[in-house]
């Protein structure tokens, strides 16, 4: 309790400290004011004495009342565009859950795998990591983590302890294939929306479902398989090949539970197919044919046809998707969007960022690709602490404002910072994908920061490698230039 009222007060106190700020006499008075809003909603993001959608709304009432931004311009951020795109992936998302297609894909991914250990948590990282592509990463921990404890509770050995190693693999493959799977897409986690908002409010670039995928996609495989790999090493599963009539039994009852495929699931796959194909075609095909067509249009009307398109024939004729199932979106994870572009804007506006970009002139000496390694290593290791998409909010503008300083082009610099916040595979409170597999008890904090903290140099120079060598091939860019 009393940490938490500190850090309720700490907030406000760090707000009047900045804005009064003697030391800070060379800041406009409005860029102090900015700043020390930006403090206060740090420290609530990282603390979480409040709920972080609440923190999300400060900038409605205090850049308005401060005189950085007026409330309409404010606002405006919460309707932007991108949100919306967000928003259908979501509601998919829900239709996909609502008639247990997620299941049936990755059961019969897992299934496929082969019942030796290793192939085991292979398979369990591959459909996890599928499904992160399309669905929350929390649901999909959700759906998988029982039947992960199911095929791992006893199937080797009698002993408990025999296959301690088989249950660190594979929990912590599913918990990082959360994580992992949720870069492949632009609507796979909300940082990836979080960077699009971004450069193309500030930076006025277009970023496509296509060019996000071409890049992230191959990343994420890549970084799946070394994943694997190194779970294999830090963990080798017991050399027992599990029986294969047990483990088919096993996956056998879950499947069994889901009944035969269904009408509304063949319908929502054919849907959720063709704006996917959309997406992926659009932008180098018929986007240019179709005025005013995107990524967000296409989004938009596949999720106005989940509520169109019937579930199958009979009396009742549900839809795809009803009301009741849409409303169980997290749409605090959209103001929380708002709030970040708010941040962000506010940071532009107040002259802030200006001001951030001119004391880190001192870096310009510096190589770019070491720039760039540190700026991915420190947002890492930032989102094993703080909200991932908070962290991705903060760091956008300050980033932007350090390129920009330094003479270097911020894209690529802002691409890897909004990828290395999805990372945080070290500590259990630093995903919710994390935070459900370690519940499962068969890991403690040591097994799951031994294996996290190598993962995350690894993808961290991975992703270094990614941005240098694949900018110039999809955005005709280099990283730094």
């Known amino acids: 309790m009393q940490r938490s009222t500190l850090a309720l007060v700490a907030g406000p106190l760090a707000f009047v400290f900045f804005a009064a700020a003697p030391f800070l006499s060379d800041m406009a008075p409005s860029a102090r004011l900015a700043l020390g809003i930006t403090a206060w909603m740090a420290i609530w993001w990282i603390s979480e004495v409040v709920h972080v959608t609440v923190t999300a709304l400060l900038p409605l009432v205090l850049f308005p009342l401060c005189g950085i931004m007026p409330l309409k311009k404010v606002s405006a951020e919460f309707g932007n565009e991108i949100i919306f795109l967000f928003l259908s992936g979501l509601l998919f998302g829900q239709a996909i859950e609502r008639w247990n297609l997620h299941a049936r894909i990755a059961l019969n991914l897992v299934r496929w795998m082969g019942n030796r250990p290793a192939r085991i948590v292979l398979g369990f990282m591959v459909a996890t990591g599928f499904l992160s592509m399309w669905i929350s990463n929390t649901a999909t921990a959700v759906m998988m983590t029982p039947v992960a404890i199911a095929v791992s509770s006893g199937q080797l050995e009698d002993s408990a302890t025999s296959n301690a190693n088989f249950r660190k693999a594979l929990m912590l493959g599913l918990a990082y294939a959360c994580s992992i799977g949720g870069v492949a897409t632009l609507i796979g986690t909300p940082?990836?929306?979080?960077?699009?908002?971004y450069v193309k409010n500030e930076m006025h670039i277009e970023v496509s479902f296509w060019q996000w995928f071409a890049f992230a996609f191959p990343f994420a495989a890549l970084l799946m398989a070394l994943c694997w790999l190194l779970l294999m090493r830090l963990y080798p599963p017991e050399q027992t090949q599990m029986d294969a009539a047990e483990y088919r039994a096993v996956l056998k009852h879950y499947i069994d539970r889901l009944g035969p495929t269904s009408v509304a699931e063949r319908r929502l796959m054919l849907l959720f197919g063709v704006v996917i194909l959309s997406w992926l075609t659009g932008s180098l095909l018929w986007y240019r044919w179709v005025p005013n067509s995107n990524d967000v249009i296409v989004a938009v009307c596949g999720a106005l046809l989940l509520f169109i398109v019937p579930a199958g024939s009979g009396k009742r004729r549900e839809a795809l998707l009803d009301w009741p199932t849409?409303?169980?979106?997290?749409?605090?994870?959209?103001?929380?969007?708002?709030?970040?572009?708010?941040?962000?804007?506010?940071?532009?506006?107040?002259?802030?960022a200006g001001w951030l970009g001119a004391q880190m002139r001192g870096l310009s000496d510096w190589h770019p690709v070491l720039i760039a390694l540190v700026v991915f290593t420190v947002v890492s290791f930032i989102s094993e602490i703080a909200s991932n998409i908070a962290t991705a909010s903060i760091m956008m503008p300050v980033l932007a404002a350090l390129a920009r300083a330094i003479g270097l082009d911020p894209f690529g610099m802002l691409l890897g910072a909004a990828i290395a916040a999805s990372f945080g595979f070290a500590l259990p409170v630093a995903t919710a994908p994390n935070t459900i597999v370690f519940s499962s008890g068969y890991l403690n904090i040591r097994d799951m920061a031994r294996a996290g903290l190598w993962l995350d140099f690894i993808a961290v120079f991975l992703l270094l490698a990614f941005a240098y060598f694949a900018l110039p091939l999809i955005w005709g860019l280099k990283l730094g230039h």
């Open 191 to 197: 940082t990836n929306a979080v960077f699009l908002s």
């Open 326 to 352: 849409a409303s169980r979106v997290p749409w605090g994870v959209l103001l929380f969007f708002g709030g970040g572009l708010a941040l962000a804007r506010g940071f532009e506006t107040s002259g802030l």
